[in-house]
């Protein structure tokens, strides 16, 4: 089985920073893209940043130059670096990755649990 585990939200005021952790374990032989979604309360979940394993990157325009998105191959993990944070920043953020596991052709789509992240004063 895959595991997708999300850490690092938390109440922070407008104008601060987090930093989200994803790790992905268990059956792994490769993991593929990977990302971060989030959902606000009463909205749809919408792409907020992505990353492929060679390092590429892809950014929803309203978090362009306030988050980054890295990895670290060898630990099989995705960081979300969140700066300037604002009230509608607040959702649940969810670990997305596209995971080849041993035996499969193809990768196929994993989700964490999610991290609430709030942002008020």
């Known amino acids: 089985q895959v595991q997708l585990v999300e850490s690092g939200g938390g109440l922070v005021q407008p104008g601060g920073s987090l930093r989200l952790s994803c790790v992905a374990s268990g059956s792994i032989f490769k993991i593929n893209a990977m990302g971060w979604y989030r959902q606000a309360p009463g909205k749809e979940r919408e792409l907020v940043a992505a990353?492929?394993?060679?390092?590429?990157?892809n950014y929803a325009d309203s978090m362009k130059g306030r988050f980054t998105i890295s990895r670290d191959n060898a630990k099989n993990t995705v960081f979300l670096q969140m700066n300037s944070l604002n009230p509608e920043d607040t959702a649940v953020y969810y670990c997305?990755?596209?995971?080849?596991?041993?035996?499969?052709?193809?990768?196929?789509?994993?989700w964490g649990k999610g991290t609430l992240v709030t942002i008020s004063s």
């Open positions: 997305n990755a596209v995971i080849v596991i041993p035996g499969a052709y193809y990768g196929m789509n994993y």
């Open positions: 990353i492929t394993s060679g390092g590429s990157t």
